[in-house]
């Protein structure tokens, strides 16, 4: 299991602790309310995650195309101060 994310391996260490603290599957209450929510919920949070993850990237990619444009923006502003300084010579 190299390739477990570090939430899935945490979710999955939470599930077996809970086994282990209720003695073994055959105790784990189903109509529990909270696991039923838990269940039911899960999609959502799942496609809350991967939304965020999504934001994070595209944040990323517009932050690296603003500071490709301010370095072309220094770089114009550095030619047009040498081109004035020439003329001015």
Same mark, same amino acid.
Do not use: P, W
């Given at each position: 299991?190299?390739?477990?994310?570090?939430?899935?391996?945490?979710?999955?260490?939470?599930?077996?602790?809970?086994?282990?603290?209720?003695?073994?599957?055959?105790?784990?209450?189903a109509?529990?309310?909270?696991?039923?929510?838990? @269940?039911?919920?899960?999609?959502?949070?799942? #496609?809350?995650?991967?939304?965020? %993850?999504? *934001? =994070? /990237?595209?944040?990323? @990619?517009?932050?690296?195309?603003?500071?490709? #444009?301010?370095?072309?923006?220094? %770089?114009? *502003? =550095? /030619?047009?101060?040498?081109?004035?300084?020439?003329?001015?010579?």
């Amino acid at each position: 299991m190299d390739n477990l994310a570090e939430d899935t391996f945490v979710a999955k260490r939470i599930i077996c602790d809970h086994v282990t603290s209720v003695c073994g599957l055959q105790n784990i209450d189903a109509s529990d309310k909270h696991l039923l929510l838990a @269940a039911s919920s899960a999609r959502q949070n799942y #496609l809350s995650y991967l939304e965020a %993850e999504k *934001q =994070k /990237k595209e944040c990323s @990619a517009r932050g690296h195309i603003r500071k490709l #444009l301010n370095d072309e923006i220094d %770089e114009l *502003q =550095k /030619k047009k101060r040498c081109l004035q300084t020439d003329n001015l010579s």
